[in-house]
């Protein structure tokens, strides 16, 4: 990858508001910068904006605030020169119900500037997705996770470029789900750029070169897995023991209704005091638990005040 | 700067060209094999058609049909493609696609806008053109009817007409919650135009009757009176030349129909379901 080869999608301070000046604010100042043949991930809790900002990026809104380039262009006003390149997958999207899988894929096919004839071509990306045995079945009678293939069939028909994905293995089974990820993979290791966005931390962390957590329209996290991992604090939980705590250094400590949570950026030296100190005092700390932080650690302190959330549901 | 977005601006591989006809097309076939697949659809289009002709029937005499009953078979003819085949069909596909995010989905692809919307149309205004074309072969060589005086004012009816009437589907679709809403949604545009049709304007009180010829079906019946049979609103025959110079009139009441009709549909249209 050359450096200064120009993003295939770049956006500043990009906002997006509903129901004019006054109205809600999806996406409040969003910069971004996704090279060409990156895999990048959009995470965030609904109603964080994923879909907000990726509605945006495919060019099916203009912004209200601040600019998008896709592939060097305004999406919106020169759609005709990038939406060629694009595939897009809509988090639902919708088939005439009454049409086949194969007749719905050749009529979506008929529109892209793809070689004719097209019929090669829908056979192939329905073999693609595993649905070439559902070829003549009517899309009213396919179950949710068919649909959700043929939704991902339909956005590679056009051998794209730029590839949005939004939420593509929402509804699969485990099975497909794998099939799925399996062909991003493909897709990504050709060289496609890859933007996505899921609920499922281990789909990002699976396959997504970077990632942004988005929260109430900003981006909270940007960076590979490691990077967003990394400044983020490790976590040691017990119950409230008998004697109180001695000084713990460069920790914050809470103290909450079930027991006391240690937050640190040196885990190993901060348990061995901790355990030093409970060793020599003869304290037993129940429930004892020690971990590093991850994605999902990040992703739940920033989508809220997440691990006292998890506590009272395991407590009810 | 700008240099890279001018490159970058350029494809990087070349991509066939692809024309708004062949999008039109898969459009269009799909929507065609959808047409063929919904019975209440089909019947407006192909069955519904036929009444005002079959009426010709019993209404010849030593092979010829009266003048009062040929008018009134080519303005119910007219009444029953543009209501039937083009504006209810369409009420109904354009909002069952809403609904189904089917035109969530194609804005997503290369298709414009106006590809979307015409390409759903397109059968709908193909079946009407080719009925009016299958009449009047039909009702010159078996009927009794004459032959069309000004097929190119004939033609300009009903093309300007399934345009109106598109136009006035699409306005339709902002308050029709699903196909099966069109069923009462559709009512007032069906009132309107059924109070366009020549002898239901005469029954009416003079106040009333005088804006009967700004309806939007009466200059699309008028138009298809001069076009075929070459007679004024008035009664008098007229032949090819002079039906050219009182076409204008009415055409230009199409074209304001269309106009308005078009800027409201721009302006309200939704493209997804309420949420």
Redesign the interface.
Known sequence: MISDD?PVIETTRLRRRYGGESGFEAVSGIDLRIERGELFALLGTNGAGKTSTMEVL?G?VAPSDGTV?V???DPVR?R??V???MG?M?Q????????TVA??A???????????PVATRVRNVLAKVAIDDRAGTLVKQLSGGERRRLDLA?ALL?DP?VLFLDEPTTGLDPESRRNTWRLIGELHAAGTTVVLTTHYLDEAEQLADRLAILHEGRIERLGTVADVVADHPSEISFDTPDLPLPELDGTTVTTGRRGITIHTHHLQRTLTQLLTWADEHGVRLPGLRASTASLETVFLSIAGDSRSAVTEEVSA | MNGNVKASAAPAETRPGVTPAHRLAALARAEFTLLRRNKLLMVNAFVIPLLPIALLIPARSGGRVPQEAAVIALALLVLVLLLFVVYYNLLSSYVARREELVLKRLRTGECSDAEILLGTALPAVTVALGMVLLMSLVGTLALGLPAPENPIVLLLAVLGGAAVFTSLALITTTFTKNSEAAQITSLPVIGISVLGLPWVADALPQSVGEVVPYLPLAPVAELTMLGWLGLTPGGDRVAFAEIFQLAWQPALVMLAWLVLGAMVAHRYFRWEPRR
């Open positions: 120009p495919e099916l380039r592939l060097g262009c020169q005709r020169l939406r060629p390149r897009i809509l639902e999207g919708g088939f005439p119900t009454d049409l007749e719905a050749r009529m979506w096919a008929g529109t892209l500037s793809v070689p004719r339909l056009g470029e």
